[in-house]
């Protein structure tokens, strides 16, 4: 639940700078003082026991970016759509966070494991594998990952999260799992 | 659970060890045909002292029912039982409407350790005899000898040489949890009988191969925790690794005359088919796509390869010359949401492939289509076949599917009239690969 209230304050942080900004070339008192509200950690009344939680001072906006940078860290697993081989839009923000952690880290090494559910040939399925793994290798290339830091590996339907031929399982069963090495 | 675990700890020292917790494949009769041939398999005398492991009036039996086109009399409907020639009167075999008869016995040869089992075989209607002979092995030979004996009653009945002393591969997997699964490669009789583990491993084990003259294998495991090609010799056990190519490593298929290896690389960006010299070792591109390019299948002359390609955006069959331009492409398969896993029968004309019709229509079934013709007959009726392999006499097709959830192998005649099942005791069994000739 701490997490879910810290990823809500975040979000209301950054729309508050979004409508500072916007506001900019208006010298209006209230959009300024609206903004420094939002900025929580600023005025004392506003303090929710969330900020305190992460820390207080200017430091706030900062420790909330870390929190949900360490949820999303913690989503290794990423879900893929029947025959599609690109990740969900919905996933796109999860895995930023992990590019820029290994553009911040460089020692950090992962492995990206695809997978896809039975119906098709195994041999296909071994590089549609392959190919998921891949699309989101070449995202997180893309956003400063180097490439000597991942390793991509396809075992097409070999090793399924779960077996049985429910549309259950076959949805467990399309994913790419982030390994850490 | 506890058992499951124990079992690769076992299998590592050897399949001899190993005996009690392969996976026991037995047939089962799914789908027969009008009006097989009727046929007298007398039991075969043992003429020895104490008891013999195998039957051979019931390995032949059960061999040439299985393949759809014989029924065997039951013995309990004999009027004799005849032991050999000189015992044999036609017409005790017309009046029950026999079109052949199969008389035999077995015995110790003298001085020695070795079992002799005499075998003659009639055509009732003519009233001749086709065939005789004795045959020679050890106790643990019978059911080579059995099959033997069929090989001969099939081929004289038929016309088409007998496929019964043929083995296939197939894998084996035991699902424990998605950390934890077993994976065994598995050799056994065509029937499924006296199957012997080849690879235990806990990481998967894809796509066996047999090389020409039966003497090798080839195969992926994920051993060392990537996709790679190895072979190994049956009779030593000797293991060599093909390929350490970045990405996938699969698809190993034996070149006709057996000094290449079709493969199929990701290392240049996306799955291509190539070819590897085993002696040089020399790589040879075949396919040069963005696309996924996979599932190579010789052509009888060793000349061209089918594959399949989703160039188009589905899965379709292609084929194309060795050293031919990489855009000179010929496409087999039109009229399919999905078609993959193409090969061609000896006849070099009946492409047997798998089939998905229709987006809507979410079946995997085994299909043959004609490419002179573009007709198309499909096979089976089951929903999620796949992995065909066709008998070195081209008259069955093996291949992998699913019955209560499980991974089973089924065959089924080139005409689609007889089915049979061989049931796995434990794990899914999938990839069949039947082997070529072997005497």
């Known amino acids: ?181 | 659970m506890k058992l499951n675990r124990a079992i690769p700890l076992l299998f590592v020292f050897g399949a001899l060890i190993s005996f009690s917790a392969k996976a026991e494949l037995s047939i089962q009769i799914t789908q027969g045909i009008d009006n097989p041939i009727p046929i007298a398999i007398v039991p075969f005398s043992w003429e020895g002292s104490g008891v013999l492991d195998e039957a051979i009036g019931d390995i032949v039996t059960a061999d040439l029912q299985q393949v759809g086109e014989f029924r065997a009399l039951s013995p309990s409907n004999m009027l004799a039982m005849p032991r050999e020639e000189r015992e044999v009167y036609y017409r005790d075999w017309s009046v029950l409407a026999q079109d052949y008869l199969l008389v035999g016995k077995v015995q110790r040869a003298p001085g020695s350790e070795l079992i002799q089992v005499q075998y003659e075989f009639f055509d009732i209607n003519r009233e001749i005899k086709l065939a005789g002979e004795v045959l020679t092995g050890t106790a643990a030979q019978l059911r080579d000898i059995g099959h033997e004996i069929s090989n001969v009653v099939f081929e004289l009945v038929t016309g088409t040489r007998g496929a019964f002393t043929t083995q296939i591969l197939y894998v084996v997997s035991e699902f424990v949890s998605s950390e934890e699964s077993y994976f065994r490669l598995e050799k056994a009789d065509y029937d499924g009988r006296r199957a012997q583990v080849l690879l235990e491993s806990r990481e998967p084990i894809m796509s066996p191969s047999w090389s020409p003259n039966g003497q090798d294998i080839a195969y992926v495991s994920f051993e060392t925790d990537l996709p790679r090609i190895y072979t190994q010799n049956i009779a030593t056990g000797q293991r060599r690794q093909i390929t350490n190519y970045p990405n996938i490593n699969s698809s190993p298929v034996w070149s006709p005359d057996g000094t290449k290896l079709a493969m199929v690389l990701s290392k240049d960006g996306s799955p291509d088919i190539y070819v590897q010299d085993l002696i040089s070792n020399e790589l040879i591109r075949i396919t040069d796509h963005p696309a996924i390019d996979t599932e190579p299948a010789w052509s009888k002359d060793g000349r061209s390869l089918v594959f399949m390609s989703d160039r188009t955006g589905q899965p379709q069959i292609y084929q194309m010359e060795i050293g031919a331009s990489t855009y000179d492409v010929e496409r087999l398969t039109y009229d399919c949401f999905h078609c993959a896993k193409g090969q061609f029968l000896p006849d070099g004309v009946n492409l047997v492939h798998v089939r998905r019709e229709t987006r809507q229509s979410p079946d995997y079934q085994i299909s043959i289509m004609n490419v002179e013709t573009l007709r198309v007959i499909t096979l089976t009726s089951t929903k999620f076949d796949e992995s065909p392999s066709v008998a070195p006499n081209g008259s069955m097709i093996m291949y992998a599917t699913k019955f209560n959830g499980r991974g089973v192998l089924d065959a089924v005649s080139i005409d689609g009239r007889v089915k049979f099942r061989l049931p796995s005791s434990r794990g899914d069994v999938r990839e069949p690969a039947w082997s070529p000739y072997l005497n």
């Open chain 1, 1 to 181: 639940m701490v997490h879910t209230k810290q990823f809500m304050r975040s979000a209301v942080v950054a729309l508050a700078l979004m409508s500072l900004a916007a506001c900019k070339s208006s010298s209006d008192a209230e959009s300024d003082a609206n903004a420094s509200s939002a900025m929580g950690s600023m005025s004392s009344e506003s303090t929710s026991s969330a900020a305190q939680a992460s820390g207080a001072g200017t430091s706030g906006r900062l420790s909330a970016e870390q929190i949900q940078a360490e949820n999303a860290l913690r989503q290794t697993v990423f879900y893929f759509d029947f025959d599609i081989a690109e990740f969900r839009a919905t996933d796109r923000e999860t895995l930023m966070y992990h590019a820029r952690d290994l553009a911040a880290n460089p020692s950090k090494r992962l492995r990206l494991e695809g997978h896809a559910d039975e119906r098709g040939t195994r041999e296909y399925n071994l590089a549609l594998g392959e190919r998921r793994a891949n699309s989101i290798l070449n995202y997180l290339i893309v956003n400063g990952a180097s490439r000597s830091q991942i390793e991509v590996v396809s075992y097409g339907e070999e090793r399924p999260a779960m077996t049985g031929q429910s549309e259950n399982a076959y949805n467990r069963n399309r994913r790419v799992e982030v390994v850490a090495r």
